[in-house]
């Protein structure tokens, strides 16, 4: 059925949707799409699966109310705007690409640069089909040479473009460290505001799976200090989407961190547009136990360990913080002020990490209301090993979680 529906979709999705009343019957019924009897079958379909509790209120309504026999040219129609309307499934990789069409779309000031974002479209194909649509020149394959193409990046955002970096891997970003702090996070102060740098820097990193330390490193770290700068770390595709086009709007460089294990999760986002506040966290699950704060992939890790935890008696609250740079304190802080206990679980080294100005920040504001000590489980301060256990002991991992909630709960 979803798959039937989905065919339908691709073709109806740019339709423009008339006044039923206004089109003749004759032209309904030549819809190549769509035959009535065929429309009403998956209607009736939608209504016995539950496919109906995704739509809008007022398309569930006439769903309800839906005679047995309607006119062929109505329940054609119906139907084409049930389907304009309904969710549509995207892998992470592609709605990270669909929030970047559309604002392409949208703002021909926005462009991309990287290595092989181009006609291959890029390492995870993020960028495929982009350089086809939009030409080479906003879609531009670059050299092997981090520091240049990301320097270049920023001198296009002086002169009023709003260019995407993208990192084959975001190692390689070291590479242009200098450009990212020196130029990206301070020209708008050094130039005494006369400049902003509107540019967002994205691309794989954390932990893979066997892809060696120089690939597998995680980079929060090491640019959270850099003045200027603001940073977020996706983990769903929704969330992907709305990050995505938020940074390419903001006025600020922004860092986005994409986990290179969670390219192929798949999710149900809206068909509307969307777009998420940079600095707002998410709450995956109310509790009232102990507040556990983490995000990117370790979010898939401490859900798992939440049902392990809720099985023992345990109500852990999950915030997936999504803003590393700034912090949201605001929702931090109302669910500190509710468990009195916190736990952050983090893939970022545990020396200078984000968990350790995390643990600063809350004590800073909310030490009155904790009833134990923050504890903090991070990655073991090595170079990620290539062995597959080996590399597997170097992140936190759900046992640890649940260990560690248990031992704040006693």
């Not at 423009?16 to 009736?44: F, M, N």
């Not at 290595?115 to 092997?144: C, M, N, Q």
């Not at 062995?387 to 006693?410: K, R």
Request: glycine share 8%.
């Amino acid at each position: 059925m979803a798959a039937m529906l989905q065919s339908v979709r691709v073709s109806s999705a740019s339709f423009h949707l008339p006044d039923p009343s206004k089109v003749p019957v004759s032209s309904v019924c030549a819809l190549p799409v769509i035959r009535s009897g065929e429309a009403q079958v998956w209607i009736r379909f939608m209504k016995l699966g539950g496919l109906e509790r995704s739509l809008p209120k007022r398309l569930r309504h006439r769903l309800k109310i839906l005679p047995q026999q309607l006119q062929s040219q109505a329940v054609v129609w119906l139907l084409l705007e049930i389907l304009s309307e309904m969710p549509h499934e995207l892998l992470l990789f592609e709605a990270l690409r669909e929030g970047l069409e559309e604002e392409m779309d949208r703002d021909p000031r926005v462009c991309v640069m990287g290595e092989d974002v181009g006609h291959y479209g890029g390492s995870y194909k993020v960028t495929k089909g982009l350089a086809e649509k939009f030409g080479d020149l906003r879609v531009l394959d670059t050299p092997i040479a981090e520091n240049s193409f990301t320097g270049m990046a920023v001198g296009a955002a002086m002169t009023g473009l709003r260019p995407i970096v993208e990192g084959m891997n975001m190692g390689f970003l070291l590479l242009a460290f200098n450009q990212i702090s020196d130029n990206c996070g301070m020209l708008h102060y050094t130039s005494g505001g006369q400049f902003t740098i509107p540019t967002v820097i994205r691309g794989p990193g954390g932990v893979g799976r066997q892809l060696g330390a120089e690939h597998s490193q995680r980079l929060e770290s090491y640019f959270q200090s850099i003045p200027g700068i603001q940073m977020v770390a996706c983990s769903t595709p929704y969330n992907a989407k709305g990050l995505m086009k938020a940074a390419i709007r903001s006025e600020n460089p922004v860092v986005l961190f994409e986990h290179v294990l969670l390219y192929n999760l798949k999710e149900r986002i809206p068909d509307e547009e969307y777009v998420l506040s940079l600095e707002e966290a998410e709450m995956v699950r109310p509790g009232e136990h102990v507040t556990i704060l983490t995000y990117s992939r370790m979010r898939y890790h401490v859900m798992q360990a939440a049902k392990t935890l809720v099985n023992k008696g345990y109500d852990p609250e999950v915030i997936d913080i999504r803003s590393l740079k700034p912090f949201d304190l605001y929702t931090i802080g109302n669910s500190v002020k509710k468990t009195h206990r916190v736990l952050i679980v983090e893939e970022c080294m545990r020396t200078g990490g984000i968990g350790a100005s995390l643990t600063a920040a809350i004590n800073e504001n909310f030490h009155d209301y904790l009833d134990a000590p923050i504890v903090c489980l991070s990655s073991q301060d090595v170079p990620t090993p290539y062995a597959g256990t080996l590399e597997e002991w170097t992140v936190v991992q759900p046992a640890q979680i649940v260990a560690a909630v248990e031992q704040l709960c006693q």
